[in-house]
């Protein structure tokens, strides 16, 4: 359970660690956003080689879960797949409270 205050936020990062890493993760959006909290947008960028980081920003309504690489991503590109590193964060909360159930799948200690 995760939970952010006005003027919370989370670095842009990966949730890499243990022995073993699923690639992927997920969270569920427990808090109803503009009625709980303002803010507190689900960021992630791509980093993409060769080029600038593309963002993406979600604001998952309550009761919803977003699915998402814990590293990186395959990118069909002109010549294929390649890989896309991801990262995620969460922007400020400008009021309210933000409660998110944040699942990750490694084995860690
Ligand atoms: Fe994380």
Redesign the pocket.
């Known amino acids: 359970m995760l939970r952010y205050g006005p003027g919370g936020y989370?670095c842009l990062?990966q949730?890499v660690y243990g022995e073993l890493t699923f690639p992927l993760q997920f969270l569920v959006m427990l808090s109803r956003p503009d009625e709980d909290f303002t803010g507190g947008e689900s960021v992630f960028v791509e980093q993409r080689p060769r080029q600038q980081s593309r963002p993406i920003v979600l604001r998952p309504r309550q009761g919803e879960a977003v699915v998402f690489p814990v590293h990186h991503r395959p990118k069909r590109g002109s010549r294929g797949f390649h890989r896309v590193q991801m990262r995620?964060g969460v922007s400020a909360v400008h009021s309210g409270s933000r409660h998110v159930l944040?699942i990750i799948f490694h084995n860690a200690r």
Do not use: I, Y
């Open positions: 989370n990062h949730d995620h944040g």
